[in-house]
């Protein structure tokens, strides 16, 4: 069984451009998670998406954003980068379920330049 | 706000020895708990999950939760260099949140 696979691994901008980043879950989950992990620090929830919905987000500017397409995949936007935008950012993805863990992807790592 | 507790360590055990990693969360409705082991620069691994109360063996690693005092930890038996890692605490809360709340974590590190 595929694992939660993200895209690009890596991607470098400048200040001011804006970054699409994207996940496909593990087949059957319906439920995505993305998170920013800043070097050394711990893991903050960005958005949560299920059944294509918008289900709750972090706090974390508007010009963070996304969406969830109708195959469960997602992508991540965000616009206008600053130089703090740097860190790993994660996808997990679930059942909706409360017995059922958040499965990671291996992330993608944005570099602000 | 629901809040999960973790040591930030770092922990430092010799090889061979136990290492005992706890986690305390705030809100008492809580069901279900993980342990994810993250490596440096890597992406967070789930170990090991938890639902009820008591202790959960794996392998080297053993869960232990205890909900009347709202506390998980994880046990590391016979820790080897390959462990350290730094280890995540995961709480998802009652009431129908599916959110996962996540610790900080602590660092482990296991000195040869």
């Known amino acids: 069984e595929a694992g939660v696979t993200q895209s690009p691994t890596h991607l470098i901008k400048t200040r001011g451009q804006q970054a699409t980043l994207r996940c496909s879950p593990i087949s059957g989950h319906t439920s995505v998670y993305w998170y920013q992990q800043a070097l050394g620090l711990g893991l903050q929830f960005l958005l949560w998406?299920?059944?294509?919905?918008?289900?709750n987000r972090g706090n974390f500017p508007p010009r963070f954003s996304g969406r969830q397409f109708p195959n469960y995949s997602s992508e991540l936007n965000v616009n206008a980068l600053e130089l703090e935008d740097s860190a790993l950012y994660l996808c997990?993805?679930?059942?909706?379920?409360?017995?059922?863990?958040?499965?990671f992807g291996d992330g993608t790592r944005l570099s602000i330049l | 706000q629901k809040e999960v507790e973790q040591n930030s360590g770092p922990l430092s055990v010799p090889e061979g020895a136990i290492a005992s990693l706890n986690c305390t969360y705030s809100?008492?409705?809580?069901?279900?708990f993980f342990w994810y082991r993250q490596y440096s620069g890597k992406s967070p691994e789930l170990i090991m999950s938890i639902y009820s109360n008591g202790d959960k063996e794996d392998g080297r690693f053993t869960a232990q939760l205890n909900k009347a005092s709202q506390y998980v930890s994880l046990l590391i038996r016979d820790s080897q260099p390959s462990d350290s890692a730094t280890y995540l605490c995961a709480v998802y809360s009652g009431a129908g949140s599916y959110q996962l709340t996540f610790g900080k974590g602590t660092k482990l590190s296991v000195i040869p």
């Open positions: 998406y299920d059944e294509g919905e918008e289900r």
């Open positions: 997990a993805s679930s059942f909706l379920q409360l017995d059922q863990p958040q499965h």
């Open positions: 809100d008492r409705g809580s069901q279900s």
